[in-house]
């Protein structure tokens, strides 16, 4: 994916990180010791002498990357959402199935946003289905998120069977706060040359988004795994649960940290003088952004073997009358 044998347009060189440390004036210094109208410069040749120029690592080519990551999230996350509602096999006894089906939900809807962001594909956006598909894109993000933690925090209390309508009714809740914390991308989005981008500028609603992605995406993990490790220690018990599940955030994590140093750099709170640290950091947020894609099909695998594992130590649990109960339901599902 992208192209790092050929330099960046310089037009688009005000909106990378790499123009924040040089400075606003310091094309016009260039301009001006070196008059490109009235000399025979060769402009290729200035392209390859200038300072500092990074790759970008998602552009027209990576088409296909959007597209067929997103037609296997709808596959395979309507296959595992198909399974919890109308559950074969052991699938019944997975524990707190509605909340899952609400992760492969939020799946479905991030799988179907992302062919609509490729760089690849330009068309007449109007700015209003622009910031529809970005409250798509980063609501469903942010409610996986909070229902992951929500399944670890309740731990051993989802067992098998329905959930209670109060843990259900939470649950849908979450995704009222999803929402929430997604208008502040939503309201930030634009069309720019044919393309829907997050255009945020300094401000209330770049601190908001900033905040949100620093807090669901880093904070969030490792308060789970802090308080797993602390009760651990103390002896109080196994929650939160800390399973297959949480493996979801490490497809998420870098896009908190590409944010948070995006704010630093553009708020001057952190300078990058050094041309490999500029290019890293302009490298950072495509890497962040083809990670949390791939979570479209790392999700509906992560629920099926969550449920595999959960229904293997449930099922010997049982007593034996529901255990011969189960294996009579799922004999004549089969037929």
């Not at 490792?222 to 018990?237: D, I, P, T």
């Amino acid at each position: 994916m992208g192209n790092c044998l050929y330099p960046v347009d310089s037009s688009s060189a005000g909106d990378n990180w790499s123009s924040t440390a040089f400075g606003d004036n310091f094309s016009d210094e260039w301009n001006n010791s070196y008059d490109l109208t009235t000399q025979d410069y060769n402009y290729i040749g200035f392209e390859a002498a200038a300072p500092c120029r990074s790759c970008s690592l998602l552009d027209e080519s990576s088409l296909p990357f959007y597209v067929l990551t997103s037609v296997l999230g709808i596959l395979m996350s309507g296959a595992v959402l198909f399974a919890l509602l109308r559950p074969l096999f052991r699938w019944r006894l997975c524990p707190g199935r509605p909340i899952l089906a609400q992760l492969a939900v939020g799946s479905i809807l991030f799988s179907t946003a992302v062919p609509f962001l490729a760089p690849g594909l330009s068309g007449g956006y109007h700015t209003h289905l622009c910031r529809l598909i970005h409250l798509v894109w980063y609501s469903s993000a942010f409610a996986q998120a909070l229902l992951i933690g929500f399944c670890a925090c309740l731990g051993p209390k989802l067992g098998p069977g329905q959930v209670p309508a109060l843990t259900l009714g939470l649950s849908l809740g979450l995704w009222v706060v999803a929402v929430l914390l997604g208008l502040p991308a939503t309201l930030g989005s634009d069309i720019s040359n044919g393309l829907c981008t997050l255009a945020l500028r300094q401000g209330i609603l770049r601190f908001m988004h900033t905040a949100a992605c620093f807090a669901i995406f880093i904070l969030l993990p490792l308060g789970l795994l802090g308080a797993k490790g602390l009760n651990k220690v103390l002896g109080r018990g196994s929650c939160p649960w800390v399973d297959t599940l949480c493996v979801w955030f490490i497809f998420w994590w870098l896009h908190g940290v590409a944010q948070g140093l995006d704010s630093l750099v553009r708020s001057k709170f952190l300078i990058v003088s050094s041309c490999p640290a500029q290019q890293a950091l302009d490298v950072l947020p495509h890497l962040a952004e083809a990670l949390a894609i791939s979570h479209c099909v790392a999700t509906p695998l992560l629920l099926a073997l969550f449920c595999h594992q959960a229904t293997r130590t449930c099922l010997p649990s049982l007593p034996l009358p529901a255990r011969q109960s189960f294996h009579q339901d799922t004999l004549g599902s089969k037929s």
